[in-house]
């Protein structure tokens, strides 16, 4: 932005905050210096300011001024435009430096330090005092920046897909209800318009880009939607848990005792120990990884899918 | 698509309209304070202040909205006309500040009452724009004794050296040592001390889950000045030059290996992932083989790829001779 378009819109915003009434466009080029002289120069000029002025979150408002006239009035109302009062305590300010440093160089980051700028604008000293705790959030993916604002703005979206163990992309139209970070991993769940049911999606397995399909206010999150809930069922199974019976090398399987539902000594260096399971796809993957450490001795199934897992090991 | 961050050709404007509030909610403030807060030089305040000292509306009446003066370095605004205050938040503002809040909040529940309070007061403050931030949210593992992130805050405050029954999962180890904390990391939805392992001499990152026991010691902690905190925007995990360079083929139910660790390079071929990876300790690669069983094949190191072969051939040997262990 150049200096002299910085000058007109700083200019524009005082006269648009200042005014009682709502002006024409007329009496704004007359008041704000460094519009041009032809009319239909500063008409084009005064339209793209208007939408930069929206962009910023100005809440420029056009009114009808009076039935008969013909040319829309403008106006920013102080109320809307203006932050209400907000003061905090400094163990709250503090807190407030922590969380803006959670989005450090993350696609927030923009975001969180507008938002600190306004807050310390509004009197608040939001310190950035080291608390011995340093927490990050990090947004690798690429989808995450468009479907946060279509979150933000409640907008459809389009993008190509790559389901788990699929090798083809397939495109999805969604109504994103929420974005959610679950084991470090961001999820965007909503309502699939094709399949017309609700889906969950890993935001990494989004290939190219995401586009808006829709207006801004078009997506109604459902009330009582729980996204967190949403994600969390559709990343774990329902658990049926079954009880495996384990010989376990004695000093070896540490992650196996800490879960363990009974553990006992059977002298020979092994012990036997019971741990509860349901997903048997991922527990016996799970007891392959400990080798000779580890021998699954029941259930059955449990036991031959381990020594099958264990057969597949390229020789 | 613009982001709220890439409004760049926008960001002056904005910062001359928070400038004004800034002045006036502090009555007067240093030139230098000021540039310190906004980010940018004194000079580049100084312009910002003339800018806005300029502002001149010609009609119906010319006059010049605002009045400010720098005069010995001390910034007084005595005109702010209508920009006195500063702007709202906007939607994506007020749900950055809330969703990292609020993600803090279920860090600590110990220490939540300050957080509690910034919550209610930005919500407040934020009005309508605050409705859509719970539709983000960024959840944070548990599966760590409630008193073991205390037990931590406590010794990192007052500065004891602890000592921790740690389990190492790639090696299946549970290891004990001594370790002067420095502070804790919350990245990826999991939890760590940083600290100066005295065992290994280095700064070193243990995951609060897989702390099986801890104790605080009445030692002081002594971190040596040479020990350097993790750089956490980096990732946590940054290779080293002498690590082994690991080369493994995934078929697609081993895909999610690819997602799971941090990989140097992903490449497709039909069907299948070839990754590389890079790893002080190969250990665990052996384990992960296990797991993977038929879903991957590591192809270098081939001195691990044979490793692989023999532990499998072990456990099945242990499979066909009976179950093991058994005294009778």
């Known amino acids: ?315 | 698509m613009t982001g709220p961050g890439t409004q760049t050709g926008s960001q002056r404007l904005q910062r001359l309209l928070a400038l004004v509030p800034y002045v006036v909610s502090r009555n007067t403030v240093g030139l230098a304070e000021t540039a310190a807060a906004f980010g940018v030089t004194e000079r580049e305040l100084v312009d910002d202040l003339n800018m806005l000292w300029c502002v001149e509306l010609r009609a119906p009446d010319p006059y010049c909205p605002i009045d400010l003066s720098y005069e010995g370095g001390e910034i007084v605004v005595s005109e702010a006309e209508s920009i006195g205050r500063p702007l709202r938040l906007g939607t994506g503002e007020a749900s950055a500040l809330l969703v990292a809040l609020r993600m803090l909040a279920e860090v600590a529940p110990a220490g939540s009452s300050a957080l509690s309070r910034t919550i209610a007061k930005l919500e407040a403050a934020a009005g309508e724009a605050a409705a859509v931030s719970a539709q983000v949210q960024v959840q944070v593992d548990k599966g760590h004794a409630e008193d073991v992130l205390g037990q931590m805050q406590d010794a990192i405050e007052r500065r004891r050296r602890i000592h921790l029954r740690y389990y190492v999962p790639g090696r299946d180890e549970a290891t004990e040592r001594d370790v002067d904390p420095m502070r804790l990391l919350v990245v990826e939805g999991r939890t760590y001390l940083e600290g100066w392992c005295r065992r290994a001499e280095g700064v070193r990152l243990f995951r609060l889950d897989r702390v099986l026991a801890m104790q605080v010691l009445d030692v002081p902690a002594a971190v040596p000045p040479e020990a350097e905190p993790v750089d956490v925007d980096e990732g946590l995990f940054r290779p080293s030059p002498q690590d082994v360079s690991v080369v493994l083929e995934l078929r697609p139910a081993g895909h999610w290996v690819a997602e799971y660790y941090p990989c140097e390079s992903v490449q497709r071929h039909d069907d299948e992932l070839r990754v590389t990876l890079r790893t002080p300790d190969t250990r665990w690669v052996r384990r992960l083989a296990l797991r993977l069983g038929e879903d991957g094949r590591v192809i270098a190191p081939a001195d691990l790829a044979a490793q692989v072969g023999d532990d499998a051939a072990a456990a099945l040997a242990q499979y066909a001779s009976g179950i093991p262990g058994r005294t009778d």
Not at chain 1, 74 to 92: F, V
Not at chain 1, 128 to 136: A, L, M, S, V
Not at chain 1, 185 to 195: E, I, P, Q, S
Not at chain 1, 197 to 207: G, T
């Open chain 1, 1 to 315: 932005m150049s200096r002299r378009k910085t000058e007109r819109l700083l200019g524009l915003v005082v006269c648009l905050l200042s005014t009682r009434r709502a002006l024409t466009a007329a009496q704004i080029r007359e008041a704000v210096p460094g519009y041009p002289d032809s009319f239909e120069a500063f008409k084009r000029m005064f339209e793209r300011d208007k939408e930069e002025l929206r962009e910023l979150g100005i809440p420029l408002e056009t009114d009808l001024a009076s039935p008969g006239d013909e040319e829309a009035g403008y106006r920013i109302r102080r109320q809307a435009y203006e932050l209400p009062e907000i003061t905090l305590e400094p163990d709250e300010a503090a807190v407030l430096g922590l969380a803006a440093r959670v989005w450090q160089r993350a696609e927030l980051a923009g975001a969180a330090a507008g938002a600190l700028l306004k807050l310390r604008a509004a009197g608040i000293d939001a310190e950035d005092t080291q608390t011995g705790i340093e927490p990050r959030v990090h947004t690798g993916e690429a989808a995450f920046g468009p479907l946060w604002e279509a979150v933000m703005a409640r907008r459809p979206v389009t993008f190509a897909y790559r389901a788990a163990g699929r090798s083809g992309v397939q495109p999805r139209r969604l109504e994103p209800w929420g974005v959610v970070n679950r084991h470090g991993r961001w999820y965007v769940a909503g309502h699939d318009m094709d399949r017309d049911a609700v889906r969950v999606f890993r935001l990494s397995r989004i290939e190219g880009a995401v586009s808006f399909s829709g207006p801004p206010g078009s997506v109604v999150v459902p009330a009582g939607t729980d996204v967190r809930e949403l994600v969390r069922d559709w990343d774990s199974d329902p658990p049926a848990y079954r009880t495996a019976t384990l010989r376990v090398r004695t000093g070896a399987g540490h992650g196996l005792r800490r879960q363990a539902l009974a553990e006992r000594p059977d002298g020979g260096g092994w012990d036997t120990v019971e741990v509860s399971f349901h997903d048997i796809g991922w527990f016996c993957d799970y007891l392959a990884s400990f080798g000779a450490d580890v021998i699954a001795v029941d259930p059955p199934d449990l036991r031959e899918a381990v020594i099958r897992r264990l057969k597949g090991v390229p020789q």
